[in-house]
Structure formats: C-alpha cells, structure tokens
C-alpha cells in the first residue's frame, strides 16, 4: 500500500512539472518592469483604464507593443566633461546641463522648456530614430541663471507632429517679457551675443485634434498636468508622466494613464516610463513633466 502511494505521489510531482513548466515559460516571455518593456517594445497585455473588464481566456497572456522615453541628466564638471546626476539634485546658478533622452521607437519628439516666470524655448522638435541618444540641446548646454526657482522640462513623444510648436523646427521660441533665456549663446558666436528674438510662426491647423482652435501654450498644458492628479503617474521623483490628448483640450485623458509603467536606475541615473502604443496612436502624446529645482 506504502509503495502505490509513493509511486501515485510520484506521478503527481512528474505532472505538476510538466504542467508549471510551461508556465514559467510563458511567464518569462513577457518582459517584466518600464526598462525592460521599454528595450523590448513588447509587454503583456493591459486592460486600458477607459475600457472595461478584460475577457477571461485560458490561453497564454497576449503581448501587445509600448511605447516609451528614456532620460538621463547630465551636470558638466569644471574641466568640462559630464557626469549623470539624479533628477532630485538641486541646481545651482551657472551650473549647465544636458539631458540625454532616447525614445522605444520612431516618433515626433518636442523638448520645451518653462522657466519660473512662464518663458518657453522650444529645445528640441525632430522626428526621431527609436533607440539612439539624443543630446538635448544640441551644440550647447542648459544654464541655470535667474531668479531661482522651478524649471520645467516637458518631453513629449507622438505619432504625429506636434501642433503646440506650430511645425517650427529646433529653435529658441520667444516668449512674454520675462528673464532671459536659460541657454548661453552658441559657441559659434564669437562676439557672445545672443541670438535675435523671433516672433512664433502662425499656429498652423491643429492635426487631429477635433478643433480648428490654435492648441494652449506649454504652461497651460503643464498646468493641466498639475491640476489632474487623479491621471497623472508620478515616479518617485515627482515627474509626472501623462497621455495628453489634443482630442480632449489638451488635457491630460484616463486612456492609458493608469497603465503606464514607471522606473529609475539610480545606478546610472535612467528614467523610464512606457504606456501601451494603442494610448497614442488616435493622437494622444506621451508626455512628461520634468522639475528640476533650481537655487
């Protein structure tokens, strides 16, 4: 009798392995974590938060494409090299940086910057290559002058060019009457002055955006960002990350929002957040808002 029970146990162990096996096998083709959904471009499939419940299927879990963007702050030393620091440094005047940012896959990306008193620079707006780094700004460095305060960086990733730039390429865009521009002159000009100021090209027709209306300036959106907590993903640096929609007014939307996936490596300073690509591909931006305290 001993014996038929060890060998039926025996039997049972040998099936429950052949069973588990695959799982476990299944289970590690879905990449797990915002870095590496982000190498990948596959995850496993979410319910989006605007939809309902997702229908139970005995199969596999399906896998569907993220998109993403990846950034890196990096201070420059004085001997004029660069080093990575975290985003929750504080900054102090003269002190220059650059920000390193490489998206999952091909898109429009538009770089702003709003300083404490509302000025905006257009800092970068170019189609991109998914996977390669991007040194923003290009030719030069940020520099911290001014009255201190709160920087605002805001990164935004589409399918589609951007209408809050008003199809102007890589430029400084002029701004209210406020304190200077954050960036120094560009090393090209020898005699240090600044580059002439110039008036923002027309609003162009708004790209799917439901509305014939001109799209808000930058501190309107980033606004609205601060103002919809309830779907706006934080990561513990308090950047938040949101799908902006031109559809809604430019308001952050719930499609998408709470499926984002957030995550640093303080090892090298990596930042991370990925959303499923089905959140933008009806015109929805992805789109990040980055403070850096300025004192």
């Not at 162009?204 to 706006?232: F, H």
């Amino acid at each position: 009798m001993m014996r038929k029970h060890w060998a039926f146990l025996a039997v049972l162990t040998f099936v429950c392995t052949m069973v588990l096996i695959p799982m476990a096998a299944d289970a590690q083709k879905s990449p797990k974590g915002a870095k590496a959904i982000f190498d990948s471009g596959d995850g496993a499939a979410v319910r989006m938060s605007s939809g309902g419940p997702a229908p139970a299927t005995a199969s596999a879990p399906k896998t569907e494409k993220y998109v993403g963007v990846s950034y890196k702050i990096a201070l420059m030393k004085p001997n004029g090299d660069f080093s990575i620091v975290p985003r929750t440094r504080t900054f102090k005047s003269g002190e220059r940086i650059k920000l390193l940012v490489r998206t999952n896959r091909p898109g429009y990306l538009t770089i702003m910057n709003i300083g404490p008193t509302g000025n905006t620079h257009v800092l970068f707006n170019e189609y991109v290559e998914g996977k390669q780094l991007y040194e923003i700004p290009k030719a030069t460095s940020l520099r911290f002058a001014g009255a201190p305060g709160t920087e605002k960086v805001m990164i935004m990733l589409s399918n589609n060019q951007n209408p809050i730039v008003g199809g102007q390429s890589t430029t400084v865009a002029s701004a209210p009457p406020a304190a200077p521009p954050v960036m120094p002159p560009p090393a090209s000009d020898p005699g240090g002055s600044a580059p002439p100021s110039m008036p923002p090209p027309p609003p162009g027709p708004v790209a799917d955006a439901g509305s014939s209306l001109p799209p808000p300036p930058p501190m309107a959106i980033a606004s609205s960002m601060q103002g919809s907590k309830d779907i706006v993903m934080e990561d513990h640096n308090k950047t938040g990350y949101a799908v902006i929609s031109p559809k809604a007014g430019w308001k952050p939307t719930a499609k998408g929002t709470k499926d984002i996936m957030l995550e640093s490596d303080v090892r090298d300073g990596s930042n991370y957040g990925v959303v499923p690509a089905s959140a933008i591909d009806e015109g929805g931006i992805l789109t990040l808002d980055l403070k850096l305290t300025h004192k």
